[in-house]
């Protein structure tokens, strides 16, 4: 996968941060065409909220209503996108299920791909006996 441009120089500073950004999205499950936004998630601290200001990511959005694993959206006006989770371990998890099961490796709606996680989540918090809050 050939990175140019801007968005290379700020995922290269994503790479060399202290923290641990996992690639997500079309571009992680298949189905990314060559002007898709890159999606990234991350756990939630104070240090990687300044660590993205810093790089000039903004608030998207306070989490997404139907995905609560979602505590902020940070945006980069180069088409980058962070998602910060206060349940990274059940993150990883889900995305590790959804991915062997091949239902994301195709072009699907944002809406299908939310009901999919949600689907995970549940199974998941059902399994580990996590509570979420």
Request: aromatic share 12%.
């Amino acid at each position: 996968m050939s990175i140019i441009g801007p968005v290379k120089s700020i995922i290269l500073e994503l790479e060399k941060a202290p923290f641990d950004f996992h690639l997500t999205g079309s571009r992680f499950f298949g189905g990314a065409l060559p002007n898709s936004d890159w999606d990234f998630f991350a756990e939630n601290n104070d240090s990687i909220i300044v660590f993205l200001r810093e790089l000039g990511f903004k608030v998207l959005t306070e989490g997404y209503k139907d995905d609560p694993q979602v505590a902020v959206v940070y945006r980069h006006n180069d088409g980058i996108d962070v998602q910060l989770t206060d349940h990274i371990v059940l993150k990883k998890d889900a995305q590790k299920y959804i991915y062997q099961s091949g239902v994301l490796r195709r072009r699907v709606s944002k809406h299908a791909a939310r009901l999919v996680w949600q689907f995970v989540y549940h199974i998941l918090v059902n399994h580990t006996g996590l509570i979420i809050e």
